[in-house]
Nanobody, 115 residues
Framework: QVQLAESGGGLVQAGGSLRLSCTTSGNIWTIITMAWHRQAPGKQRELVASITRNGATNYNVSVKGRFTISRDNVKFLYLQMDSLKPEDTAVYYC??????????WGQGTQVTVSS
């Protein structure tokens, strides 16, 4: 199993920046893909960005050019969020997929962007 713990959320004004972090533990050698998802009130959870073990990245079109996903091996996952908008307000979740096809989720961290 893999355990995930997010940090770095908070309240920021529109146009500001935040950096989210996710720390992994457990059987981290089984991780093949890492990602950030978010869920706004009344909406479905959606992919924000993902990064594979070889570094290939993918972004939701709504955050492309403003957010940057990165990782330090598979121990730490980051999401640099710049030019934040009120519509970015959501609970952000770290997720990993492992070699046996399982998905593991963190507990989430709240990001609130005021206008």
């Amino acid at each position: 199993q893999v355990q995930l713990a997010e940090s770095g959320g908070g309240l920021v004004q529109a146009g500001g920046s935040l950096r989210l972090s996710c720390t992994t533990s457990g059987n981290i050698w089984t991780i093949i893909t890492m990602a950030w998802h978010r869920q706004a009130p009344g909406k479905q959870r959606e992919l924000v960005a993902s990064i594979t073990r070889n570094g290939a990245t993918n972004y939701n079109v709504s955050v492309k050019g403003r957010f940057t996903i990165s990782r330090d091996n598979v121990k730490f996952l980051y999401l640099q969020m710049d030019s934040l908008k009120p519509e970015d307000t959501a609970v952000y979740y770290c997720k990993t997929m492992t070699t046996d096809g399982r998905n593991y989720w963190g507990q989430g961290t709240q990001v609130t962007v005021s206008s």
